[in-house]
C-alpha cells in the first residue's frame, strides 16, 4: 500500500483530543514547535489540522485566516501554516512530507479563496526548511525575527489550474 494512500489531512475533531495530547516531541524540536495539547484550543480564523496515518493522528499543524497572515504575505487571499510537528513515535516515516504534500488539494477543497500558504521557518531548522523546500515551499527572500532568532518567510503559491 502506498503512503498516500494511508495518509490524509483532516479537520481536528475531538476524537482526536486524546491521541494529540498525549503527544511527544523530541526535545531538539520542541524550541521550533509547540505542541498540539498547547493549541487544543484556538481564535477564530485558526483550523487546527491533523495529519492522520490509517485514521490515527500522526501530525498537526494550524492554518491561520487571521490579520497575522498580513505579517508574512501581502496577499488577501494567502493563509498561515504554523505548529507542524509530528509525533515522535512516528517520526521518520514520511508523514511530514506526505501530509504537505496533501495541503495544496486540501486547502483548494476547504478553504477554496486561499491561493497561496505562507510560513515562517528558524534559520536554524535545517530539517523543517529542507522539508518545505522539497515539497514546494519557495523563500520569498523576507526575514522576520522570532522568539528565537531570525525566520525564514516561505510560500507555496498555486498556480491558477
Known sequence: MEKEEYVKLTHFSNEHVEALKSYKLPSEQEQFTSLP???????DGQFRIVILSKNE?????ILHSTE??????ENPNAM???SLSVNRAHQGKGYAKQGMLLLKDFVK???PPCDEIVLAVNHKNVPAQKLYTKVGFKDTGKRKI????EQYIMSLPFENN
Not at 57 to 61: A, D, E, L, S, T
Open 37 to 43: 495539547s498547547n493549541s487544543l484550543e484556538v481564535a
Open 57 to 61: 493522528p500522526v501530525g498537526f499543524f
Open 68 to 73: 497575522r497572515v498580513k505579517e508574512y504575505s
Open 80 to 82: 498561515l501554516l504554523t
Open 109 to 111: 477543497e476547504e478553504f
Open 146 to 149: 522570532g522568539p528565537i532568532g
